[in-house]
C-alpha cells in the first residue's frame, strides 16, 4: 500500500487530538478568575470548568468540588458537556477503524481497497471530532469575552480564557491535520488504482489474434 507514512502520520496525530480531548474534557481550567485593578495581592484563584470548580487560596492546596446537581447547571454548560462527550467518544472509534485500516493489521480484511476506505472514514470521524470539539470551545471563549467587557457584570464575576480553551483549540487543529491526512490517503490510493488500469485510446479497434493466424495461413498455403 503506497503512501505508508501518511497513514501513519495521520493516525498519530488522531492519537494526539484524542488525548487533548480527553484532557480539555476534563481539565477545570474553562474560565479562571480575572485580576482586575491595580491591586496584586492575590489572596484566591478560581476555577471553573465542565465537571468541577476549584479553588485556591494563600499558603491552602488546591480544593475542588464537584457539581452537586445536572439539573441546575446552566443550558451552556449542559451542552459543552454534551458536544464533548460525543467528541471524546468519536475520536475513539476514529482510532479504532484506523487501526483496522493499517497494512499490517490482517483480522480485518487483506484488501487494499477496503483498507482504504477504513482510513477515509477514520479522517471523516477526526474532522468531525475537531468540529465538536471547537463548537463548545468558541462558544465558551465567546461568553466569557461578551462578561469580561460588559460594563454591568461586576469585577468579581469577570472571568477569563483558561488553560483548558487554548489545548482544545490545538486539539481540534490537530484533529483537522490528522484526518486531511487520512482522506488525503484515501484519495491518493484510489487515484493510483484508476491510473493503473488507462482505457483504450479512442478510434483503437482491439484485434483478433485467432482470425489474423487463420488468415495468415489460409494465404501462406502453396500448390506444387
Known amino acids: 500500500m503506497a503512501f505508508y507514512p501518511l497513514q501513519i502520520a495521520g493516525l498519530v496525530l488522531g492519537f494526539l487530538g484524542m488525548v487533548g480531548t480527553l484532557a480539555t474534557t476534563l481539565l477545570p481550567q474553562w474560565r479562571v478568575s480575572a485580576f482586575i485593578g491595580s491591586n496584586i495581592i492575590v489572596f484566591e484563584r478560581l476555577w471553573e470548568g465542565l465537571w468541577m470548580n476549584c479553588i485556591r487560596q494563600v499558603k491552602v492546596r488546591l480544593q475542588c468540588k464537584f457539581y452537586n446537581s445536572l439539573l441546575a447547571l446552566p443550558p451552556v454548560l449542559e451542552a459543552a458537556r454534551a458536544l464533548m462527550c460525543v467528541a471524546v467518544a468519536l475520536s475513539l472509534i476514529a482510532l479504532l477503524i484506523g ?67 487554548f489545548l482544545g483549540w490545538a486539539s481540534s487543529a490537530v484533529l483537522f491535520i490528522g484526518g486531511g491526512l487520512l482522506c488525503g490517503f484515501c484519495c491518493c490510493n484510489r487515484t493510483k488504482k484508476w491510473n493503473r488500469y488507462p482505457a483504450p485510446a479512442c ?3 482491439p484485434t483478433d489474434k485467432r482470425r489474423n493466424v487463420r488468415v495468415h495461413s489460409t494465404t501462406s498455403t502453396s500448390y506444387v
Open 99 to 165: 487501526i483496522c485500516g493499517m497494512k499490517q493489521i490482517q483480522c480485518t480484511t487483506s484488501n487494499e481497497r477496503v483498507k482504504a476506505y477504513l482510513l477515509g472514514t477514520s479522517g471523516v470521524l477526526f474532522i468531525l471530532t475537531g468540529i465538536f470539539v471547537l463548537i463548545p470551545v468558541c462558544w465558551t471563549a465567546h461568553i466569557i469575552i461578551r462578561d469580561f467587557y460588559d460594563p454591568t457584570v461586576h469585577f468579581g464575576q469577570k472571568r477569563e480564557l483558561g488553560a483548558a480553551l
Open 203 to 205: 478510434g483503437t479497434r
